[in-house]
T-cell receptor, first 114, second 108 residues
């Protein structure tokens, strides 16, 4: 079956622009995660949903970052007034709602802020 | 707070040589640890987890709670093992904390 998909795959934004990144999880996966991966580093947790409920947003770096999953399926990560330090790969992952369950990752969206 | 450390950014070995990718963690609870791998132009994928105690593609990893380590090992490296390897810890909240990654290069 289809894996996790993300769009767009690449996004170039001018500093100060708003961007929206989309994630389509694997059908039936209750849990959805967003991670940020800066160049040369490992992924860092941003936020986590179980169905439509955002259970943890402790990793969001500032109030310019906002995520939603209104129907418990597709999720959108929005970044307002982008800054150069927001340049990174944004990864989405989904999993079954079991502790220690494997997270399945999407291909990521590479955001470049000029 | 939990933390995962991979001390080597790059590990280069010849084909057929043994490989050990180091991972150390700090976590106050009982950890669940994973190794994820990213091959060139592919997405991040699970390689193995400590609870299953499996050997995947010839790789094994043993959780050593005394040394707080979860090193990844393979007795004979193959060229197709060249990839980025990430050690990760799952806390009770299900989020993964990743190490910085090690790039493994297996030379012919």
């Amino acid at each position: 079956g289809a894996g996790v998909s993300q769009s767009p795959r690449y996004k170039v934004a001018k500093r100060g622009q708003d961007v929206a990144l989309r994630c389509d999880p694997i059908s039936g996966h209750v849990s959805l995660f967003w991670y940020q991966q800066a160049l040369g580093q490992g992924p860092e947790f941003l936020t986590y949903f179980q169905n439509e409920a955002q259970l943890d947003k402790s990793g969001l770096p500032s109030d310019r970052f906002f995520a939603e999953r209104p129907e418990g399926s597709v999720s959108t990560l929005k970044i307002q007034r982008t800054q150069q330090e927001d340049s990174a790969v944004y990864l989405c992952a989904s999993s079954l709602a079991l502790q220690g369950a494997e997270q399945f990752f999407g291909p990521g969206t590479r955001l470049t802020v000029l | 707070a939990q933390r995962v450390t991979q001390p080597e950014k790059l590990l280069s070995v010849f084909k057929g040589a043994p490989v050990e990718l180091k991972c150390n963690y700090s976590y106050s609870g009982s950890p669940e640890l994973f190794w994820y791998v990213q091959y060139s132009r592919q997405r991040l994928q699970l390689l193995l987890r400590h609870i299953s105690r499996e050997s995947i593609k010839g790789f094994t990893a043993d959780l050593n709670k005394g040394e707080t380590s979860f090193h990844l090992k393979k007795p004979f490296a193959q060229e197709e093992d060249s990839a980025m390897y990430y050690c990760a810890l799952d806390n009770a909240g299900n989020m993964l904390t990743f190490g910085g990654g090690t790039r493994l290069m297996v030379k012919p």
